[in-house]
C-alpha cells in the first residue's frame, strides 16, 4: 500500500515537472529564429565600491535573452550587432547602454534612492518603507535561504514581537503569536493549538485559512509583520492578534530563470528525559524499598536506613521465651529488613556483613542463587525475572528513537516580458522525525501568472496545490505506566523471542505488562492526509485620475481523509472493540473583495492615496465519520471492508458548518514632503457567529509620523534616518470554537433519553432532541484597543538601524463563559466579559559592522518584552475581611480553577512555595506536619490559623504568586559573514527568559508506586537518600506536608538556544559558465546546536520533552 502511495506521488511530480520544461520551451520559442547574425558582447559592471555580483543584463525587446554578472561584475552576451543593453540591479538606477557596434563596455551603476525604499506590504496595497505611520516589521527569506528552513515558522523565528513555538516533529511549525496573549478564551485546551490568540495569515493579498505547511519556503519572496492596530486595523475584525502577509516570487524581468535545488538531511534526538539502564535500573530499584526503612533507630536513637522493625518476644536457644525478674517477657528490638537486605550481594561491604548472613535475611529456595534471591527480594516478576536471571538486556531507547531521513526537492521557473510575469515551482518534501514511525510528506505546486492584457487591464491568478500525508502510526511517548511506551519497559525484557517473533507483553505475558509498538503495528494500519488547492483570481483596471479598481477571489477546496484500522486478529482483541475508523471532511472556503485605489500627487509635495474596500466570505464544511466494529466473517480487507461491520457496535457520525462575513473599509494615506504622514482607516465588519443584536462592528485606527531627519533645521549627521510614530485602534476578534456559538444546539446528547412501559412490563427507551446550551443574542465581538509609539533610526548613512516600540493593549468583552444559579438548567452561558491589558517594549537592531572589497560582516539584534494583566473576569465581588472578621472592603473574585487571577499575567503561577528538604535530624519537626527526612519543606505564609503549639496548618491561603509560565523576555542575535564574496558563514541564536513552571516529577512518586510494581523503568533522576542527601531534590515517593501533600518544585524555564549554524559557498561563475549554469551553491547546516538552561532537568526547556537537532546539505543551481 505504501508503495503505491509513494509511486503516485513520484508520477504526479514528473507530471508537474514536465509542464515545466514545455512551458520553457514555449516561452524561448520566439527568440530562436532571432539567433542568426549575432554578435558576443562582454563587459564589466561595477559601482562605487568595485564589480556588482549578479546584475541583470538583457536585450532590449528581447527580454527572454539576458544574463547575470559575475563574482567580478563580468558579463558576456550574444546579441544583435547594433541591440541596446538594459543593465539593472536591486537597489540601483537602471541604466540602457546602447551598443554601436562596441563589443566590450563598462557600465557603473548609481544608486537609485527611491529603489533602496522598501516596499512593505501594509494590507489592499504596499507602501515604501519610509511612509509607514504603524509597527511593520519585513523579513525576506532570501537572506535565510542558506539555513534551509523547513516551514515558515522557522523564517518568522527571532522576529521582535513575535513568538514562534518549538515543534519536534517530522512536519515542524509551531504556535505563534504578536505580542503576547490577549485573551483568556481558548479555541483549544492545547494551547499551542489556540487559534483565538492567533495572528491572521494573509497569503498574496488574501486571507489564507489553510495550515502555513502548504505554503513552500523557497516560493516566499517577502513577509510583512503588522504589530500594531492601526496597521492591521484594514483586516479589523480578524486582526486583533496582529497580522503576518505573505506575499510570494514573481519573475524577474529577463530570460526565463530556472532554478533547482536539492537538500538532504538526518534528524537526531537532542534532547528527552533518559531512562535508566540495567544497573541503574536495578540500584534505583534498591532505593526505592529501602526508603520505607528510613526511620529513628530506637536502639542508637539515631536516623537511618533499615531501622524498621518491631520488638518481639527475646527467645534462648531452645526458642523458649526468656521471661524476666517480673515474670513478664523480656522483648529485644528485631529488624524486618536489616541491613543490606535489598542491596546487592556484591556490594556489602558498607554494612559489615557476611553473604552468608545476607542470605539468611530471608527464606529462600533451596539451591537458589544470590542473583535470584536479590532479584526477588526487588519483585522482579516472572518474565522480568527470568530475563534477569539469564543476562537479557534489551536497549527500548534505540528501539523508540531513530535517525531519520529528511529530503526536500524543489524546481522553479520564472520571468517576465513587457506582457508577462510567470513564476511556476513544484516540490517534493519528505521528513523522517526522530521518534519512529512520525514521518511527513507531501507534494507542492505553486503556479503565478500575470499578463498585461492592455495598457489599462492587467489579470492574473494564483494557484497554490498540495497532497501531503500526516504520517504513520508513531511510537508513543506517555509518561505514566499505563500508557503505551516502550521507554517504560524494564532493560530486563526482549523485544523478540526465540522464534523471532514480537513479543506481545515484553515484560510479564501473564500479567501483561509491557508494550511492543512493533508487535502492535502488525494489527493497526492508518492512513491520513489532506489535498489542498488554493487559488486566487485577481484583475486590475486602471482608471481615469489615478484610480485603479483590483478585483480578487480566492477560493480554496480542502480534502481530509483519515482511516485508521485495528485488527481483531490481534492476540486479546474484543471483536467489538476492533474495526475501522473512516472518516473523511471538506472544506469549501472563498473570499473576495473588491479595492479602489486613488495615488495622487499634488504640488509636488502632497501625497495621497484613499483605499476603498468591499469584502465578502463564505465558509462551508462538511464531516462524516464511520466507526465500524465487530466485520464479519473476517477483517482481513481492514478499513477497506466497513459494510460487515455489525450494526449495534457501530455508529455513523456527520457533522457540517456554514459561516458567512462581510466587511467595509476605507483608508485614507497623507504625506507632505516625506516629512509629516496621516493614516485613517475605518472599518466595519459583520460575522454570523455572533448574536443576533451584534453581527456588525466597527473597528478605526489613526496613526501619525514625522521624519524629523528630513527637517531642514536637523544638523546631526551622524544620524541619516528619524522618524517618530504614533498609533492608536482598535481591531476585533472572531475566532471562536464553534461558528454557532451564540445559538442554542439541539441534540441528543447524555441524558436526552425517555421512556415507557409497554404491556408487558418492560422499559422502552426513547430518545429526543433537547437544547444543549442556551443561546445569547447579545454575544458580541471581543475588542482590542491599543496604543503605540515608535522610533525608526539609522546612523552612519543607515549603517546602523533600528526601531524602539513601545505598546500598550487592552482586550475586552472577552469570549467567556458566565456560570449560571443550578435553577437555570445550565452551567454557564458564553457571553462578553473581563478584561486583559498588555503592555511591552521591542527593540530591533541591524547593523553594517564591517564591509570591504573581501570581507562583510552584518549583525542584526532583536528584544522583546511583554507582560499582560488580567484586569477583570466576571464582574463578580466578594468581601474583604480584616483579622478580626470586619468586612474593610470589596474585590472582584478570582477564578482559581483555571488559574486566572485579577491583577496578575495569564498563566501566573499560584501554588505552594517549596522552601527546602527535612534533613535526618529534623524527623520531629518533619512529623507535626506529617512528613519525614527527604520530603519538602513547604512556607507557612499565613499563620493565622496554626495550632496553639505553632505547628502550621497548610491551606490555600498559604500559595503564593511564585512567578509567569510564559516568557515575558524574548531576544534573538544573527550574524552574517561574507568572505571573498562566495563564502558565506551565518549563525543565530534566541531566547525566551523570565518564565517559571511547576514539576509534578518532583516528588518522584512514579503513579502512586505502580511503576515500581509493574517492573517499570523511569526516568532517570536525582533524589535525597541518607547516604546522599539533598537540599534540593525530594526523597522517592515524597509527600508534601498535611493540607499540601501534592507540591511541586519551582523551575525556572529561561534558555539560550544556538538555533543555527550554517556555511554556503558559490563557486566562481568562471567554472559554472563552461556547463550553462549561472550559479551554483552548495551550503549546509545545523538547526538546533545546543541549548542552554541552568534550571531544567526535564528534556528540552522550550517543549518540555522532545527536541530534534537536524543536520541538512543543500545544493542550489540557477540556470
Not at 537602471?94 to 566590450?104: A, H, R
Request: with cysteine; net charge neutral; hydrophobic share 35%.
Amino acid at each position: 500500500m505504501e508503495k503505491r502511495k509513494i509511486s503516485s506521488r513520484a508520477g504526479l511530480s514528473k507530471v508537474l515537472f514536465t509542464l515545466m520544461v514545455c512551458m520553457t520551451l514555449m516561452m524561448n520559442v520566439p527568440y530562436l529564429g532571432a539567433q542568426n547574425s549575432q554578435v558576443t558582447v562582454t563587459g564589466k559592471v561595477e559601482d562605487t565600491m568595485g564589480p556588482v555580483i549578479g546584475a541583470s543584463i538583457v536585450e532590449k525587446g528581447v527580454a527572454s535573452n539576458g544574463t547575470i554578472t559575475d563574482i567580478d561584475g563580468n558579463f558576456s552576451i550574444k546579441v544583435r550587432p547594433n541591440a541596446t543593453l538594459i543593465v539593472s540591479f536591486i537597489g540601483y538606477k537602471t541604466v540602457e547602454v546602447p551598443l554601436k557596434g562596441q563589443k566590450n563596455v563598462k557600465v557603473m551603476l548609481a544608486e537609485d534612492s527611491e529603489m533602496l525604499d522598501e516596499v512593505v506590504v501594509v494590507g489592499y496595497g504596499t507602501m515604501r518603507k519610509k511612509d509607514l505611520t504603524g509597527s511593520v516589521i519585513q523579513i525576506r527569506p532570501e537572506k535565510l535561504a542558506n539555513e534551509a528552513p523547513k516551514t515558515v515558522q522557522d523564517v518568522l523565528r527571532g522576529t521582535p514581537g513575535l513568538s514562534v513555538g518549538y515543534d519536534a516533529s517530522a512536519k515542524g511549525g509551531g504556535m505563534m503569536q504578536i505580542r503576547g496573549q490577549r485573551s483568556v478564551y481558548q479555541t483549544d485546551k492545547d494551547r499551542t493549538k489556540d487559534t483565538h490568540n492567533a495572528p491572521l495569515i494573509i497569503l498574496d493579498g488574501m486571507q489564507f485559512y489553510g495550515e502555513l505547511s502548504e505554503i513552500n519556503t523557497n516560493d516566499i519572496g517577502q513577509i510583512d509583520v503588522l504589530k500594531d492596530a492601526s496597521s492591521a486595523a484594514v483586516y479589523g475584525a480578524k486582526a486583533a492578534n496582529g497580522v503576518i502577509i505573505i506575499t510570494t516570487k514573481k519573475g524577474k524581468t529577463g530570460k526565463p530563470t530556472v532554478n533547482v535545488s536539492a537538500t538532504i538531511g538526518i534528524n537526531t534526538k537532542s534532547e528527552y528525559r533518559d531512562v535508566y539502564d540495567a544497573d541503574g535500573y536495578m540500584r534505583y530499584r534498591e532505593d526505592w524499598y529501602k526508603k520505607d526503612t528510613y526511620a529513628v533507630d530506637p536502639l542508637t536513637g539515631a536516623y537511618g536506613v533499615y531501622a524498621a522493625g518491631e520488638w518481639k518476644n527475646k527467645l534462648d536457644a531452645d526458642g523458649n521465651i526468656i521471661k524476666g525478674p517480673d515474670g513478664k517477657p523480656v522483648q529485644e528490638y528485631k529488624y524486618t529488613r536489616p541491613a543490606g537486605y535489598f542491596d546487592n550481594p556484591n556490594n556489602l561491604g558498607k554494612y559489615d556483613i557476611t553473604v552468608d548472613q545476607w542470605r539468611q535475611f530471608s527464606s529462600n529456595e533451596s539451591g537458589e542463587s544470590d542473583a535470584s534471591i536479590y532479584a526477588k527480594r526487588l519483585f522482579l516478576e516472572k518474565g522480568t525475572l527470568a530475563n534477569y536471571l539469564a543476562g537479557n538486556i534489551f536497549d527500548w531507547y534505540d528501539r523508540t528513537f531513530q535517525t531519520g531521513i529528511n529530503q526536500d526537492y524543489s524546481a522553479s521557473i520564472s520571468g517576465a516580458g513587457e506582457r508577462m510575469n510567470y513564476y511556476m515551482s513544484v516540490g517534493y518534501l519528505r521528513n523522517e522525525g526522530a521518534v519512529r514511525g512520525n514521518e511527513y510528506n507531501a507534494i507542492r505546486a505553486n503556479m503565478k501568472l500575470n499578463g498585461k492584457v492592455t495598457d489599462w487591464l492587467e489579470i492574473g491568478a494564483n494557484v497554490n496545490f498540495q497532497d501531503r500525508s500526516d504520517g504513520d502510526i508513531q511510537v508513543p511517548l506517555g509518561t505514566n505506566y499505563w500508557d503505551a511506551n516502550m521507554l517504560r519497559n524494564s532493560p530486563f525484557s526482549q523485544w523478540k523471542d526465540e522464534n523471532g517473533s514480537y513479543n506481545q507483553y515484553p515484560m510479564c505475558p501473564e500479567n501483561k505488562w509491557g508494550y511492543n509498538y512493533d508487535f502492535e503495528r502488525q494489527y493497526q494500519e492508518l492512513e491520513k492526509g489532506y489535498t489542498v488547492l488554493n487559488t486566487i483570481f485577481n484583475a486590475k483596471v486602471k482608471l481615469p485620475f489615478g484610480i485603479t479598481y483590483d478585483f480578487n477571489i480566492a477560493p480554496r477546496y480542502q480534502w481530509f481523509y483519515n482511516r485508521y484500522f485495528t485488527s481483531a486478529a490481534r492476540p486479546d482483541a474484543v471483536a467489538k472493540d476492533c474495526g475501522a475508523d473512516r472518516e473523511t471532511s471538506k472544506n469549501f472556503d472563498w473570499t473576495l473583495n473588491n479595492t479602489i485605489s486613488w495615488d495622487y500627487t499634488f504640488a509636488e509635495k502632497h501625497h495621497t492615496v484613499l483605499t476603498l474596500v468591499q469584502e465578502a466570505e463564505e465558509r462551508r464544511y462538511w464531516q462524516e465519520k464511520i466507526t465500524a466494529r465487530n466485520i464479519l466473517p473476517s477483517d482481513a480487507l481492514g478499513f477497506h471492508n466497513v459494510s460487515n461491520a455489525t450494526l449495534e457496535n457501530s455508529k455513523i457520525e456527520a457533522k457540517d458548518t456554514h459561516e458567512t462575513a462581510a466587511a467595509y473599509m476605507v483608508r485614507l494615506f497623507y504625506s507632505y514632503d516625506d516629512r509629516y504622514m496621516f493614516t485613517g482607516t475605518v472599518r466595519r465588519d459583520g460575522y454570523c457567529a455572533f448574536g443576533a443584536n451584534y453581527p456588525w462592528a466597527t473597528f478605526p485606527s489613526v496613526s501619525l509620523a514625522w521624519a524629523f531627519t528630513n527637517e531642514k533645521f536637523f544638523k546631526w549627521e551622524p544620524m541619516s534616518t528619524g522618524k517618530l510614530r504614533l498609533s492608536w485602534g482598535q481591531n476585533g476578534n472572531r475566532q471562536l470554537a464553534d461558528p454557532y456559538i451564540s445559538l442554542a444546539n439541539l441534540g441528543s446528547g447524555t441524558g436526552a433519553t425517555m421512556g415507557y412501559i409497554d404491556t408487558g412490563g418492560s422499559t422502552v427507551d426513547m430518545k429526543y432532541l433537547g437544547m444543549d446550551r442556551l443561546p445569547n443574542n447579545n454575544l458580541q465581538w471581543e475588542k482590542t484597543e491599543a496604543y503605540n509609539i515608535g522610533l525608526d533610526f539609522g546612523f552612519f548613512k543607515d549603517r546602523i538601524t533600528g526601531t524602539i516600540e513601545y505598546y500598550d493593549m487592552t482586550t475586552k468583552n472577552m469570549i467567556m463563559g458566565q456560570r449560571l444559579p443550578q435553577f437555570c438548567g445550565f452551567g454557564s452561558i458564553t457571553t462578553n466579559l473581563g478584561e486583559v491589558q498588555n503592555k511591552g517594549f521591542e527593540l530591533s537592531l541591524s547593523t553594517l559592522n564591517i564591509q570591504n572589497k573581501n570581507f562583510e560582516w552584518r549583525t542584526s539584534f532583536g528584544f522583546s518584552f511583554n507582560n499582560n494583566k488580567i484586569k477583570h473576569l466576571y464582574y463578580e465581588y466578594e468581601d474583604v475581611l480584616d483579622a478580626n472578621g470586619n468586612v474593610i472592603g470589596r474585590k472582584e473574585m478570582d477564578d482559581t480553577s483555571n488559574g486566572w487571577f485579577i491583577g496578575k499575567s495569564i498563566g501566573e503561577i499560584w501554588d505552594y512555595e517549596v522552601c527546602g528538604i527535612w534533613q535526618k535530624d529534623e524527623v520531629e519537626e518533619a512529623a507535626k506536619v506529617g512528613q519525614r527526612p527527604g520530603d519538602p519543606k513547604v512556607v507557612n505564609y499565613y499563620t493565622g490559623d496554626d495550632k496553639e503549639d505553632g505547628t502550621p496548618v497548610y491551606n490555600e491561603k498559604d500559595k503564593q504568586f511564585l512567578g509567569k509560565s510564559i516568557a515575558p523576555i524574548n531576544w534573538s542575535l544573527r550574524n552574517e559573514f561574507t568572505l571573498w564574496k562566495d563564502l558565506n558563514i551565518s549563525f543565530s541564536l534566541y531566547s525566551y527568559m523570565g518564565h517559571k513552571s511547576l514539576e509534578g516529577y518532583y516528588l518522584n512518586q512514579d503513579n502512586a508506586g505502580n511503576m515500581i510494581s509493574n517492573n517499570c523503568n523511569t526516568f532517570v533522576k536525582e533524589y535525597w537518600t541518607v547516604d546522599n542527601p539533598s537540599n534540593t531534590y525530594a526523597r522517592l515517593d515524597a509527600y508534601g506536608p498535611n493540607g499540601a501533600k501534592g507540591v511541586q518544585r519551582l523551575h525556572n524555564r529561561s534558555f539560550i538556544r544556538l538555533d543555527n549554524v550554517s556555511v554556503a559557498y558559490t563557486l566562481p561563475q568562471a567554472w559554472t559558465k563552461k556547463v550553462q549554469m549561472e550559479r551554483v551553491k552548495v551550503f549546509g547546516t545545523v538547526r538546533n546546536v545546543a541549548t542552554w538552561a541552568a534550571d531544567w532537568e526535564y528534556g528540552d526547556p522550550e517543549t518540555s520533552g522532545l527536541a530534534t537537532r537536524t543536520f541538512t546539505f543543500g545544493l542550489n543551481i540557477t540556470l
